[in-house]
DNA sequence: TCTTCATTGTATCGATGTGATACAATAAAG
DNA sequence: CTTTATTGTATCACATCGATACAATGAAGA
């Protein structure tokens, strides 16, 4: 234990103009295919994650939602902070200014402008069909991109969801999530498809309805799915307290 | 894909006054107890977790890493960022001036002091006996607590620490990490121990030691542990290449 | 020197879980 | 009525797991 000199604000360095900022890797799955949301500010630039600062009066999950709730419409559903994005250089007007080939960069006068922006990078999962993007309130339109075309983003948003899709696999070993990329109401081939799709590799199809039914968490429903050219599979549907039940006992979701 | 109405600076609303830092809780292992570092910033004030603002050329993880050097002296050891705490109200020096019972709080005019302080939460393993506390820059001093007897802390430090505990056990999943809080060379029963207290619960020994053994990451050394008044244990050390090539073809650390 | 005692390395047993395969049931399409 | 694709479930061989047993060992104590 030793003592050092006492402190003194003037030790800190203040960053002059500094922002904290969301972007949440908005996922879904449609066509066979894990889509991402991503949204163009301006056509002339690259596309971007959404996103947005933190407001004065909120935490970082209440940007987080209400950027999701601007740009997708939904509130409520399965979105989860996983990394913060800090290089000094990561973000910057000029950049932005130079692209749109505006005469050399000058930063507004009556506006302030963050030399640096802090951005805490979010998952979220939302079921495909539930969804009508909009650009949100700072861009212009929002669409779905398959996760294998993504191309060149603005700053540095394609590692931003490079990391929520690892962060994604991750998390698929502590929480049983893929049900958010459904409907309410699901079969366990559909479900499989989901697990194949985030985690890009097949899956044993009698293998994996064995370990879902032994997890207990998902409630078979009387009904089965209609219109298929085949026997008709079973119905399910995410059981909330089965599932806090399961967690108390201690139950482990790897695959 | 909905079109919105076009991207106006003025809707960001600019936080005056703002500052990231990073706080790392360091844990060790000592007496059979999982311990935190705590600071100290002022005798008359509550303890709270080492930490500093994030400075203009760096970024997050150069900061916790100045920070854990500034506090422990040690370098390059294990650390991994696992959660920033946002609270709009989380940190206010106007607290900390009343808790000194100075005379009603009036910031300091020529300083800058945040309206707003968001914090990454690190957390780091370091082994006992090679670190030397020192309160670092902007502390008096700092000290081992045993993970059972934290006081009550500074602003949410006391939440950061039951999440860093959180992470760390999850991270177990993912990374054999343990050995982080052990000397270079080290016996199986050690590393045990390591499990046990960060997990909290009794591991077989058997059972640890086989699956320790089929992981294939630890080299067995030819030496034993000298000075033990009973059969001598083997000496080991972590094997960084078998480790990648244990990852290359796909191993899971659970227990 | 001999015995005691705590701890370690390893083998083994039955129970449980896993990957792979098989097969009957079924519903629309032809 | 047959064909075709898919589903629910059973089963087999094998791996892994928890629990227990036991010989080996090295210092401490008699």
Redesign the pocket.
């Known amino acids: 234990m030793t003592t050092n000199q006492k402190f003194n604000f003037r030790n800190y360095v203040k960053n002059t103009s500094l922002t904290v900022g969301v972007n949440p890797v908005i996922f879904s799955v449609s066509e066979d295919k894990l889509k991402v949301l991503l949204a163009t500010f301006d056509p002339r630039l690259k596309k971007s994650l959404p996103g947005g600062a933190i407001l004065k009066n909120e935490n970082a999950d209440d940007a987080a939602n209400r950027v999701l709730q601007e740009t997708t419409g939904l509130e409520s559903i399965f979105l989860k902070q996983f990394h913060v994005f800090s290089e000094p250089d990561r973000f910057s007007y000029a950049t932005v200014y130079n692209e749109l080939h505006e005469e050399s960069y000058k930063p507004p006068e009556d506006i302030d402008i963050p030399d640096r922006v802090f951005t805490i990078g979010y998952f979220a999962l939302v079921n495909f069909d539930t969804v009508h993007p909009t650009g949100g309130i700072i861009n212009v339109m929002s669409e779905w991109v398959d996760i294998d075309t993504i191309p060149e983003l603005m700053y540095d948003h394609n590692l931003i969801i490079d990391e929520a899709l690892s962060s994604l696999r991750k998390e698929l070993f502590f929480e049983p999530i893929g049900y958010n990329l459904l409907p309410e109401k699901f ?3 559909e479900l499989q498809r989901i697990y194949e799709i985030i985690l890009d590799k097949p899956l ?4 994996f ?3 879902m ?2 997890w207990g968490i998902y409630e078979r429903l009387g009904e ?1 799915k ?9 119905l399910y549907r995410f059981d909330k307290e089965r599932y806090d039940k399961a967690i108390k006992t201690g139950i482990n979701f ?2």
């Open positions: 079969t366990m081939p044993t199809r009698s293998n309805q064995r370990k039914l032994n089965r209609e219109g298929v050219s085949h026997k008709r599979p079973f790897c695959l």
